[in-house]
């Protein structure tokens, strides 16, 4: 009988063991998937510059949402609003849909169709 429960006893102690070996192997998971998604751009929140023929812009990113200001040589600004789609590293700014990478630091927006948004389609913000 002694042996009986000695048994019992080894195999609780090791499904035990096995359960929170399982779990310290999903926390670790998740801990590194979110550290990729970080360093990819995933959190885009700051404010970064452009120059493109003689204008300056800002774009502002909040979570989901941001501005991109305009102004020109005369001093005149125009606000276009922005919304941000970080799964498909897209973003919509005024009525233009853009894509978006980093190259180490620097935000590059691609136009997805040919607009009046960029005058060679592509871009490139600096973080400020």
């Not at 929170?20 to 929140?45: F, H, I, M, R």
Request: proline share 2%; aromatic share 8%; net charge negative.
């Amino acid at each position: 009988m002694t042996g009986k429960v000695v048994g019992h006893f080894c195999f609780v102690a090791a499904l035990f063991l096995l359960c929170a070996c399982s779990s310290q192997s999903q926390e670790g998971t998740s801990t590194s998937v979110s550290a990729v998604a970080t360093e990819v751009g995933e959190n885009l929140d700051g404010s970064y510059t452009a120059t493109e023929s003689g204008e300056s812009m800002v774009l502002t990113i909040a979570g989901t949402t941001g501005v991109l200001t305009r102004q020109d040589a005369d001093g005149n600004r125009h606000s276009q609003q922005v919304t941000v789609t970080t799964k498909s590293h897209s973003m919509v700014i005024g009525d233009a849909s853009v894509s978006y990478t980093f190259e180490e630091e620097v935000l590059l927006l691609t136009e997805k169709e040919p607009s009046d948004l960029f005058k060679g389609g592509v871009l490139s913000f600096y973080p400020d």
